[in-house]
């Protein structure tokens, strides 16, 4: 169904070329005159795609693409048109089309579209698909991903939950380092106690310790009461120490004596007071680094760091990213009341693209932006911020920051290669002389990339031309 085409066009010869230029390039098709006769056809058979011509006699092709997304509302129409004037296109692609490609037509640019819309397709079905997810699945305590990476995560958190192991979560900020420390704690033999959280790189030392330890009355100039500290706040249950990596020195040694001894001493105190606090910390930094340096005690390093649990950046789970935005979309509607349905395909294109520097928070802080910006009932890539909306998928690091984010020298090959072609309108004589290479030889490569038995990593996947500015969306 995917590689199967239905062509409509007035003219019979023009119905020929295209489907024997469909077949050359692994598409079977099916072809009519008739407007009338593929809206029959559409009716009873599923197709990947329709490509029709814009005008068509006793139907127009704006009239076509308003019956096809009353009939296939989810099957992409692309219009071909021998008048390349904005009009003819603003109305067809208003109509309902994906896209347009004017007339005589170039194969290769058309080829290249027909891989994008297929690609648009498989898009919003896998949107429905994680719609439907959310409301069928139960969040794994609000940790949210059906990657492997997370689904490993998910694992350790349920097999450590049950021991008393003092547990190191790392990952960089905004992965969800909290999260998982509240999911240890509630899916142990402690949930019924409290969770208790700090934050170690938010205050200085004297004050970390008074927070930690509590104090005596008169302690301090301003220690008019004595105040018990958080380890006795969470007995029982447990207690998140975040950013420990910024703990200063001084503070880790009095920590780890407190770890060891299962006892501390309040600030001004002379007595030491038992505790029974399950201990979870997080950190972004390199802990083992910070040793070499002479910032992190080794022996504290070991005493927290019995289970390690890694959250990986969103980069490197991105098949979590349209999940967790649908599921962000969803909250900020039941938190504010929006009317926001879902997302339009070109942005969930471009969500599913962009990086994440800044991990799902970045994300969360994204979609509650376009709830809020959203004009219609779909979040559009107008709604998304710039640096998000701009993105390109063309972008690949040199100097990455993880093994994920690089690429092969044939990929980076056969990106570029796509930019070029994209940038010329598809002219592969024109590529060919700016890449400096022969013609055969381009063709070979693109024959390489995209050949019939690709399904639909064809070179233009990299050429992200979302047409949003026709489309308004």
């Known amino acids: 169904m995917e590689r199967r085409i239905l062509i409509i066009d007035d003219d019979s010869s023009t119905l020929e070329v295209l489907g024997a230029e469909m077949r050359l390039r692994g598409y079977t098709n099916a072809a009519t005159t008739s407007p009338q006769a593929a809206l029959r056809m559409l009716a009873d058979e599923d197709f990947g795609l329709v490509l029709s011509d814009i005008n068509l006699g006793s139907m127009s092709g704006v009239d076509l693409c308003h019956e096809v997304a009353r009939v296939r509302a989810d099957t992409p129409v692309i219009v071909m048109t021998a008048f390349a004037s904005i009009e003819a296109a603003v109305a067809s692609i208003r109509a309902g089309a994906y896209d347009f490609v004017t007339k005589p037509l170039n194969m290769d640019a058309l080829i290249l579209t027909i891989t994008r819309a297929r690609r648009n397709r498989d898009l919003r079905e896998d949107v429905k698909r994680l719609q439907r997810t959310i409301g069928e699945l139960q969040p794994f305590e609000e940790i949210i991903g059906e990657s492997a990476a997370m689904t490993s995560v998910c694992n350790l958190i349920t097999r450590v939950a049950s021991t008393p192991a003092t547990v190191l979560v790392t990952g ?21 106690a409290p969770f208790v959280a700090i934050n170690c790189a938010a205050m200085p030392e004297s004050l970390l310790e008074s927070e930690l330890f509590g104090h005596t009355k008169g302690a301090f100039t301003d220690a008019r009461t004595a105040r018990p500290g958080l380890f006795v706040k969470a007995n029982g249950g447990t207690l998140f120490l975040d950013e420990i990596g910024d703990m200063p020195m001084g503070m880790q040694a009095k920590l780890l004596r407190a770890l060891q001894e299962h006892t501390l001493r309040p600030v001004g105190g002379d007595e030491e007071i038992p505790f029974d606090t399950r201990l979870v910390a997080a950190t972004n930094r390199d802990l083992e680094a910070a040793m070499r340096a002479g910032t992190f005690r080794e022996d504290l390093y070991y005493r927290v760091n019995v289970v390690h649990i890694d959250v990986p950046p969103l980069r490197e789970r991105q098949s979590d990213v349209l999940l967790l935005a649908l599921t962000f979309l969803q909250r900020a509607k039941n938190k504010g009341g929006a009317k ?47 640096h998000v909306s701009q993105y390109s998928p063309m972008r690949f690091e040199i100097e990455a920051a993880s093994v994920a984010s690089l690429v092969s020298l044939d990929e980076v090959e056969r990106r570029y290669v796509g930019k070029v072609l994209h940038a010329l309108g598809g002219n592969k004589a024109q590529a060919a002389r700016v890449l400096g290479m022969d013609r055969r030889t381009l063709y070979r490569k693109l024959d390489g990339w995209a050949g019939p038995s690709s399904s639909s990593d064809d070179v233009e996947g990299e050429c992200a031309d979302d047409r949003a500015g026709l489309a308004g969306a």
């Open 340 to 386: 926001v349905l879902g997302l339009k395909s070109h942005a969930a294109e471009r969500l599913a693209a962009y990086p994440w520097p800044g991990n799902v928070r970045e994300l969360q802080n994204c979609i509650e932006r376009a709830v809020a910006f959203a004009q219609f009932d779909h979040i559009g890539l107008e709604d998304l911020p710039e």
């Open 172 to 192: 960089e900020s905004g992965t969800g380092k909290e999260l998982v420390a509240r999911a240890i704690h509630r899916r142990s033999p402690r949930a019924r």
